[in-house]
């Protein structure tokens, strides 16, 4: 058997304990079904797109410029949080297909950290990161004519080193 130093033990312990209660406060800072709006706004401030349902309305909160998740708060006409979810996911961006609208890809995904206007192929880009389901980070654009219809996407996978 290994004997580790007292004070290395001490810190081991201490290390995984700040990871764990961050991991706790982390999903308790997030809003839960059943939430009323004042208490969304106080946890997470105010949404960088709000967008109207047919059920009330959704909030997206994006994390950061380059983020991997996107929050989307769905809020009832009573005002009630119903779902809160992760929208860049490699489920929800397969359902972005050509033709689908600017507004359907807001929807679906939230708003992009970057829109990059292409001239000369009347369209602009907008784009997103995310963490697929095998946990590479993953560059996104969506790629929106000007008729604001999707012509396409594309992927680019970050190894973990940085590298394309």
Known sequence: ???????????????????LLGVISGCASMPQPGMLVPDVR??????????????GVQWFYPS???GTT??????NRDGVVTRVRNVLTDDQIQ??????????VL?????PFARVRFENLHATAWDY????????????????????????????????????
Do not use: N
């Open 1 to 19: 058997m290994i004997s580790l130093p007292h004070k290395f033990r001490l810190f081991c312990t201490f290390s995984i304990f700040g990871v």
């Open 42 to 55: 106080e946890k997470l401030g105010e949404p960088a797109l709000i967008i109207q349902t047919d059920e």
């Open 64 to 66: 950061g410029p380059l």
């Open 70 to 75: 996107t929050m989307a708060v769905s809020i």
């Open 95 to 104: 359902t972005l297909t050509a033709g689908s609208t600017g507004d359907e």
């Open 107 to 111: 929807a679906a995904i939230g708003p």
């Open 129 to 164: 990161r995310y963490q697929d389901t095998w946990g590479y980070r993953v560059d996104l654009s969506v790629m929106i004519d000007d008729t604001h219809r999707v012509t396409g996407r594309v992927l680019h996978r970050i190894q973990a080193d940085g590298s394309h």
